[in-house]
């Protein structure tokens, strides 16, 4: 069994710095992409960014430059180094994995089948 555990969230100003992390346990090899999304409240899950297993990330164009995805594979963690925030970033912020991923940047919610419990990123103006 998957399992997916976030943690990092909480409350900054704007321009200011997050850093997300995600622990994955499960897993009996490395060869599986991840990603994090988040949401708002009635909305649906919006791709953030994406790496797989070879350290290849795509960004929403909401968030390149600002965002940074990075994994460590011997340690089965995932990272989200999070620059410059705005108001408009604040979600509940998901992470993600699977192994057969069919979108070309890896930013389909509808790819993944493993997800974790969530952590609020909260920005203020």
């Known amino acids: 069994q998957v399992t997916l555990v976030e943690s990092g969230g909480g409350s900054v100003q704007e321009g200011g710095s997050l850093k997300l992390s995600c622990v994955a346990s499960?897993?009996?090899?490395?060869?599986?992409?991840m990603a994090w999304f988040r949401q708002d409240p009635g909305k649906k899950h919006q791709g953030v960014a994406s790496?797989?297993?070879?350290?290849?990330?795509d960004y929403a164009d909401s968030v390149k430059g600002r965002f940074t995805i990075s994994r460590d594979n011997a340690k089965n963690s995932l990272t989200l180094q999070m620059n410059s925030l705005k108001p408009e970033d604040t979600a509940m912020y998901y992470c993600?994995?699977?192994?057969?991923?069919?979108?070309?940047?890896?930013?389909?919610?509808?790819?993944?089948?493993?997800w974790g419990q969530g952590t609020q990123v909260t920005v203020s103006s």
């Open positions: 993600a994995a699977d192994r057969a991923i069919y979108s070309d940047d890896g930013l389909d919610a509808d790819d993944y089948d493993h």
């Open positions: 499960g897993f009996t090899d490395n060869n599986y992409v």
């Open positions: 790496i797989d297993q070879w350290g290849r990330a």
